[in-house]
C-alpha cells in the first residue's frame, strides 16, 4: 500500500494554479494518485513526499504540513 501525503497549498488560489500544480506533480511522480481541492487548497498525492514537496515548490508555489 502506498502512503498518500497531504499538503496545503495556500497560494494555490486558481484553476491555472491548480492545473500547474497538477502537471509538476504528474512530472515529479508518474503513476502517483494526485487529488487537489482548491476550496480548502487541500493537495493529496502517493509517492515520494519528498519528491512531491520539491516539484511543487518548483513550481513557484508553497507546500505546508496541513
Known amino acids: ?4 501525503h497531504i499538503l496545503i497549498v495556500n497560494d494555490m488560489t486558481c484553476g491555472h494554479c491548480v492545473g500547474t500544480v497538477r502537471t509538476a506533480l504528474e ?6 494518485e494526485i487529488q487537489i481541492d482548491l ?3 487541500k493537495v ?3 509517492g515520494d513526499k ?5 516539484a511543487i515548490r518548483e ?8
Not at 519528498?50 to 520539491?54: F, V
Not at 513550481?59 to 496541513?66: F, I, K, L, S, V
Open 50 to 54: 519528498t519528491r512531491g514537496e520539491a
Open 59 to 66: 513550481a513557484g508555489y508553497t507546500p505546508e504540513a496541513p
Open 44 to 46: 493529496s498525492f502517493t
Open 27 to 32: 512530472t515529479a511522480l508518474p503513476g502517483a
Open 1 to 4: 500500500m502506498t502512503d498518500k
Open 39 to 41: 476550496d480548502t487548497h
